[in-house]
């Protein structure tokens, strides 16, 4: 027994992540017990840290899962590049010219926010990408007074 769902569209679409419920060992034995009682024989998981971490519960109860790497944090260990980087990167990029154009032609500073969670990557490979000034990502604590001098400093440049 299988299901295919084809999505011409990226991103969490379902609105399951992060179930509190499954979050217990109670809720994933339940949820190993539905999937036996559907007579599902295994499980393709596409997703993140979240999902592929909820597979692997999965399989310590010894349902068959397959995971694939497909988040845009790019976290997950001993993969290269994974599903939905290069999405979220072009589609930044995409913003980042556009808001660019604008904010050259008013000679204003522009901030923009990608999305990233705990992880800096999508930030740190857009900022390069599209030329930024600065970055700040969550693995580095920023100074507050560093960055406004560098601001500054870059308003005084032009």
Known sequence: MYAWVPIGRGGTLLGTQ???EFQTSEGQQAAARRLEQAEVEGLMVIGGEGSLTGALKLSELGVKVAGIPATIDND???TEIALGVDTALNTALETIDRIKDTASSHNRAHVIEVMGRNCGYLALMSAIAGGAEAVLVPE???DPEDLIRFI???QTRQ
Do not use: A, I
């Open 140 to 142: 580095f604590e920023p």
């Open 152 to 154: 500054m400093h870059l």
């Open 76 to 78: 997950v260990w001993g």
């Open 18 to 20: 992060r179930s509190k």
